[in-house]
């Protein structure tokens, strides 16, 4: 491959058809270059308890690990903990990160600087809640108004921050702690800004009968983000789990985008998404780590257990639709992790005019025998999913700039 100045491939290809005014500077061999992975959806406050609650539900759970953690994510928590997460993703292969913070103004300034510095591609967004809120120091009846104020300050700093590097998500939490009100107002700052809208859908049935008591004029639960008018292509709802047939055909019809996070699914037994069926239906569809109610950071681990997941739903005689291979659950790991995000011009795949994003494994980590590295892509990728290993990620690029993370660089 060569990058040119700006950090976009100009050549991808054999090396003995490089241009002869090529400069080789990097030998990779013998890890494989693959493109960047995309994460859609992360908690950065959470990292610190990823691995911790199992066998608790979802409501229970956030009470429990996650707001007392998110309630100290103050801007001295998230100094010390932004430039770890951003090395820790990058470590785990992900060259983009959709993410959460908590509801602090200035910790968000402190992730995203800390994400500028990294060098990682990164969408982040203050999380706004109007229930349910988690810091009692301000007047219930000021939230709204002060959320909306916070997070437009925070879009006029940073949205398209280093050419584009670094983008803005309006986030309100899930429309169990926002108010009408707040969900319609923060649809508004989306679409006037620019910047994405992303929240929780249908993650967990306790949740959805919550939404429904909340919400006794809506449908259903897509309708309370479809009377927000927080439908549409700019927009990244997680889990999705049980969605209903209207749901579904709604969320296509809009070009709303979803994003699968098996392992958090299956940690906080929330269910199993019926991929097959959504992507048949035309459904957009990408991977989340959604730590901390995932483990861990690694996309791959999403592929191995979302992999798992469907194979049980099948076995089952539960669910019909597509099968994916090794490659397709790469290919919703990059390029359309991309595409959700509008970003798959510049991103998602090693291709001649776009950006440098990618990450080099060392497939001995993976080889089940010393010697039994696979020459076939799809055998290595099924191998890279299957027998993942923390340190196959060698080395990690953004616009053809080397991160910080990845197991000593060399
Ligand atoms: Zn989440």
């Not at 800004?193 to 897509?222: C, K, M, N």
């Amino acid at each position: 491959m060569v990058v040119d100045a700006a950090g976009r491939l100009t050549f991808v290809g054999a090396a003995a058809e490089r241009p002869a005014d090529a400069v080789t500077a990097t030998d990779l061999r013998p890890w494989v270059v693959l493109p960047g992975l995309i994460d859609l959806h992360a908690h950065l406050p959470q990292l610190p308890n990823a691995g911790l609650g199992a066998g608790l539900d979802l409501l229970t759970w956030l009470d429990r690990y996650i707001f007392p953690l998110e309630r100290g994510f103050d801007a001295a928590a998230a100094e010390r903990l932004a430039p770890v997460a951003w090395r820790a993703f990058a470590a785990a292969g992900t060259t983009t990160a959709l993410v959460y913070g908590a509801v602090y103004e200035a910790s968000l300034d402190v992730a995203f600087r800390a994400a500028e510095w990294h060098g990682i591609r990164a969408i982040i967004g203050k999380v706004m809640m109007d229930r349910l809120t988690y810091d009692p120091t301000i007047d219930p009846g000021a939230i709204l108004e002060r959320s909306l104020r916070e997070s437009a300050n925070l879009i006029e700093r940073w949205h398209g921050r280093d050419n584009g590097r670094l983008r803005y998500a309006v986030t309100p939490r899930f429309a169990v702690s926002c108010t009408a009100d707040m969900l319609r107002e923060s649809a508004v700052l989306a679409a006037s800004s620019g910047a994405y809208w992303q929240t929780h859908v249908s993650e967990d049935l306790g949740e959805i009968a919550e939404v429904a008591r909340l919400f006794p004029d809506a449908i259903d639960y897509v309708d309370v983000y479809d009377r927000a008018g927080g439908l549409g292509p700019r927009t990244i709802l997680a889990h999705a789990v049980h969605l209903s047939d209207r749901e579904l055909g709604r969320l296509v019809e809009t070009g709303t985008n979803v994003v699968h996070c098996p392992a958090s699914n299956l940690f906080l037994a929330s269910g199993v998404m019926p991929l097959g069926a959504y992507l048949e239906a035309g459904l957009s569809v990408g991977l989340g780590s959604d730590v901390a109610a995932g483990p861990d950071l690694s996309i791959f681990s999403q592929m191995r257990v979302g992999f798992y997941a469907q194979n049980a739903l099948r076995a089952s005689g539960l669910t019909g639709g597509r099968v994916l291979g090794p490659l397709e659950w790469l290919r919703m790991g990059t390029l359309e992790g991309a595409q959700v995000l509008g970003l798959d011009e510049e991103t998602g795949s090693l291709e001649v005019g776009k950006e440098a994003d990618l990450i080099a494994v060392d497939p001995a980590y993976v080889a089940s025998v010393p010697g039994a590295e696979d020459p076939d892509p799809r055998d290595l990728v099924s191998r890279l999913i299957f027998r993942s290993h923390p340190d196959m990620v060698r080395g990690a690029w953004v616009r053809g700039r080397r991160l910080e993370g990845p197991a000593s660089p060399d």
